[in-house]
């Protein structure tokens, strides 16, 4: 249902834990513009630095064949020597080209984001063939917007190269005629400017479709109020069920605290507002909260002591300071021992008396 939810309702910013689940699908934004940046610097670059050698190695290699054209056996082993020949110099002059154009379209991917191996994308969907589903995405918002970006491109290319070829039209009404020293050279130079003004032309349509991508992306990542609650309660945990499960350990912790009061050789209150239940044997280092509540868990605790008998002594100062200084199971803490003592050398005395009376 939530995937389905209308734009208009997808009000809330997505969550990091959305963002990432996207990511890891492989569901990231992209502008293949700036892939095209990339790849036209380094066709500039082929052309510019690398042809300027290979352009003579080229013209090179070809002169020698076809100004020895008439000396060349047609057998088949002279005609596999010469392919061989021609197939090597193209694969020299063309490798070092290759390998950068392909670092190019690399590296258009790495800037923008690292590489994400998703299971998700190497699954096969039906909705990649099929009819319907393509007839939906060639006629979708995107594929629209994409339309138009290529048209705006190759209008903008369009006129650029226009300009740049118009003022050299004489000379290439000649260009048949030129010997081969001087013709690589020229179409490299024409070849170059035109790279340079669709370079600067595709710079700003980059910047400007990358910005827009990014926007596009964030757009569609964002989430209806629904589904960051639902979110929410996958990753921590549905509110009500927590305050169940706290409010039953609670209780639990209650239990056992009161299974524990039996133990107690005496409980200071008070008298009504707090109990502490302290255990103490012969041989303890000092003395242990057993037990300790206010209001009504003091309440109990007197209740459960009387019950069996733990004696119940009055010293609202000495509750007070006892339960905000010490935890269930902990002994108490060194500045009480005095006061306490006291408490337990009354009860002890107490319990000698009536035992011998």
Not at 14 to 41: C, Q, Y
Not at 117 to 137: D, H, Q, T, V, Y
């Amino acid at each position: 249902m939530a995937d389905q939810a209308d734009d208009s309702d997808k009000t809330e910013e997505a969550t990091s834990k959305k963002l990432e689940d996207a990511r890891k699908k492989g569901d990231v934004p992209k502008s293949h513009e700036v892939n095209t940046w990339f790849i036209m610097i380094a066709t500039t670059l082929v052309i510019g630095i690398l042809s300027t050698s290979a352009s003579g190695d080229f013209a090179r290699a070809f002169t020698v064949f076809l100004s020895d054209a008439h000396d060349i056996s047609v057998d088949q082993n002279n005609l596999m020597f010469v392919y061989e020949q021609i197939g090597l110099t193209i694969l020299k002059l063309l490798a070092a080209p290759l390998l950068l154009l392909i670092g190019a379209g690399v590296a258009g991917n790495l800037v923008q984001n690292m590489p994400i191996i998703s299971a998700e994308n190497m699954k096969p969907k039906l909705s990649k063939i099929s009819p319907k589903e393509g007839l939906k995405r060639l006629f979708s918002p995107k594929s629209l917007m994409n339309f138009t970006k290529g048209l705006v491109k190759l209008i903008l290319v369009s006129v650029a190269t226009f300009l740049i070829v118009w003022p050299m039209r004489d000379q290439l009404l000649v260009l048949m005629t030129m010997d081969v020293g001087m013709l690589l050279p020229f179409v490299q130079s024409i070849a170059i400017k035109i790279l340079a003004m669709v370079i600067a032309i595709m710079t700003v349509l980059a910047a400007a479709d990358y910005v827009f991508e990014v926007a596009q992306w964030n757009k569609k990542q964002r989430m209806t109020v629904q589904e960051v609650k639902d979110e929410y309660k996958q990753t921590e945990g549905d509110p009500t069920v927590k305050a169940k499960l706290r409010a039953l350990r609670m209780e639990r912790g209650r239990q056992r605290m009161m299974s524990r009061v039996p133990d107690a050789a005496v409980i200071i209150t008070n008298p009504t507002h707090y109990a502490v239940a302290l255990e103490y044997q012969q041989g303890m280092a000092a003395p242990i909260c057993v037990a300790k509540g206010m209001d009504a868990i003091a309440l109990k605790i007197r209740e459960i002591g009387a019950e069996h008998d733990v004696p119940i002594v009055e010293s609202p100062p000495l509750a007070r300071a006892l339960y905000a200084a010490v935890e269930l199971e902990e002994s108490i803490p060194p500045e009480h021992y005095k006061a306490v003592a006291e408490v337990i050398g009354y009860v002890m005395r107490l319990k000698s008396k009536m035992s011998r009376n």
